[in-house]
């Protein structure tokens, strides 16, 4: 099916001899915004690390484009997909070098890179930053170069690991509120994890709730919350904070 991006199939992952990670089945379409909810020690980031093939399953198979991730060169698989992590890797340069840096890499021509790093720092409202330095932004700042420098290379999949858990709830509404705006203009494939469920209302099509290792339920807020798969999904939604 030429419209779905990523099949996931009988995927089992194990990592010190235990399995951290078990999913019958996933689909994502072009386009949509995937959240993973779950408790903390879940499994959550163990998936963006299988997606991202930088954790290999002991079974099962996650296809990406209609092909499976063993199947793509390492290099060519890395180039179509971004990765932002909770703490921002940013280097000892300025805002623009650091959006800049992924393409420069890849060889993109200089004005090129000029077009589209501004088009994205522009984006990600830190224009007025773009001479500062690294190590001079906030931690909101900070995250926004992130999510910039993700998006600057155009991926087909972006991963995003609790970008905002280390922000003060101000700055991370904010920043949720722009990343939502940016992924339903941008029609970007995106998997966000987080243990928020407000958060993953906000800024997804559905939810994936995995809870103890294993896929326990996709769809989306509503009917989740209405129609829990299991106890264990259940208890989850439980200890959810009731704030939205």
């Not at 940013?90 to 004005?111: H, I, S, Y």
């Not at 931690?139 to 003060?168: I, M, Y």
């Not at 966000?192 to 469920?197: A, E, G, K």
């Amino acid at each position: 099916m030429m419209n779905t991006l990523i099949e996931v199939n009988d995927l089992q992952i194990m990592r010190n001899e235990r399995v951290v990670l078990d999913i019958e089945h996933l689909s994502i379409p072009r386009g949509e915004t995937l959240t993973v909810v779950g408790p903390n020690g879940a499994g959550k980031s163990t998936l963006l690390l299988a997606l991202a093939h930088l954790l290999k399953p002991v079974r099962g198979d996650i296809q990406f484009d209609g092909k499976s991730v063993t199947q793509w060169n390492d290099l060519e698989y890395r180039r179509r997909i971004s990765f932002v992590f909770q703490a921002p890797l940013l280097m000892d340069m300025t805002v623009e070098q650091n959006v800049a840096l992924g393409l420069k890499f890849r060889g993109v021509p200089k004005e090129e890179i000029r077009r589209r790093a501004g088009k994205w720092i522009q984006a990600m409202g830190v224009e007025s930053l773009s001479k500062r330095r690294a190590g001079q932004l906030s931690g909101g700042e900070a995250q926004r170069v992130s999510l910039a420098r993700a998006f600057v290379l155009e991926p087909e999949l972006l991963l995003l690991d609790e970008p905002f858990a280390a922000l003060d709830p101000p700055t991370r509404t904010k920043l949720l509120e722009d990343l939502s705006k940016i992924l339903s203009e941008d029609h970007r494939t995106a998997v966000f994890v987080t243990h928020n469920l407000n958060e993953a209302a906000k800024v997804s099509h559905r939810i994936a709730v995995v809870v103890g290792g294993m896929l326990r339920q996709v769809g989306t807020v509503r009917d989740i919350k209405s129609n829990p798969a299991d106890d264990a999904v259940e208890a989850f939604l439980q200890e959810m904070p009731h704030s939205q």
